[in-house]
Nanobody, 119 residues
Framework: QAPLVESGGSSVQAGGSLRLSCLAY?????????HGWVRQRPGYEREDVAD???????TYADSVRGRFTISKDSPNNILYLQMNNVKTGEPAMYYC????????????WGQGTQVTVSP
């Protein structure tokens, strides 16, 4: 499979917004791939943040619901994560991931993009 390539990670002030992007060539929704964002925070278990299926139906972790939005530009194979009202506890490495929609776990991963949060 082609690599997943994240971008957009940077430092953001608490309460601010940030948008992450992921190039996802080779994982078109029409071929039954689902995509998501997963984060790894220091001292925490890896957390599935958001997922979107090939019908553009999104699901979210309780911790981010109402603040983060996952979306997919299918014609251009780009996955986004719009992060609003970012909290001080959310600095993490954010990974883009893909799975066959009939699988419950992600099989393909990007290298990650780092998000830091300043007070």
């Amino acid at each position: 499979q082609a690599p997943l390539v994240e971008s957009g990670g940077s430092s953001v002030q608490a309460g601010g917004s940030l948008r992450l992007s992921c190039l996802a060539y080779g994982y078109p929704s029409k071929w039954n791939y689902c995509h998501g964002w997963v984060r790894q925070r220091p001292g925490y278990e890896r957390e599935d943040v958001a997922d979107i299926n090939n019908a553009q139906v999104a699901t979210y972790a309780d911790s981010v619901r109402g603040r983060f939005t996952i979306s997919k530009d299918s014609p251009n194979n780009i996955l986004y994560l719009q992060m609003n009202n970012v909290k001080t506890g959310e600095p993490a490495m954010y990974y883009c991931a893909a799975r066959r929609c009939y699988d419950s776990t992600y099989k393909w991963w990007g290298q990650g993009t780092q998000v830091t949060v300043s007070p």
